[in-house]
């Protein structure tokens, strides 16, 4: 059974950076789809990156070109670098994993099965 740690999180100014990294306690399989969903206070939750086996990632609208996904599988850690940060990307970010890479890219946070507990990122 996976378990997913993330940290990173901390607060910046308006258009700094932060890179989040998600340390899995299993390995991170080939046929997992992992990711990052965040969740505003009093919004619904909103998956912004994923990234399957091949190394291939996805982006919503909203972070496209300012964010970047990527993973370790040595260290089987995943990471959310992001850039240009702006005050509606305030959030606490959640790293999350599924097996299975099928619609991954949907970035539809109710299909991954495995989160982590959450790190905040707050933008001023």
């Known amino acids: 059974h996976v378990q997913l740690v993330e940290s990173g999180g901390g607060s910046v100014q308006a258009g700094g950076s932060l890179r989040l990294s998600c340390a899995s306690s299993?390995?991170?399989?080939?046929?997992?789809?992992m990711g990052w969903v965040r969740q505003a206070p009093g919004k619904d939750r909103e998956g912004v990156a994923a990234?399957?086996?091949?190394?291939?990632?996805g982006y919503a609208r909203s972070v496209k070109d300012r964010f970047s996904i990527s993973k370790d599988y040595e260290k089987d850690t995943v990471y959310l670098q992001m850039n240009s940060l702006k005050p509606e990307d305030t959030a606490m970010y959640y790293c999350?994993?599924?097996?299975?890479?099928?619609?991954?890219?949907?970035?539809?946070?109710?299909?991954?099965?495995?989160w982590g507990q959450g790190t905040q990122v707050t933008v001023s």
């Open positions: 999350a994993a599924r097996v299975g890479i099928g619609r991954c890219f949907d970035l539809y946070w109710a299909d991954f099965g495995v």
């Open positions: 299993g390995s991170i399989y080939d046929t997992m789809c």
């Open positions: 990234i399957v086996s091949d190394g291939t990632p």
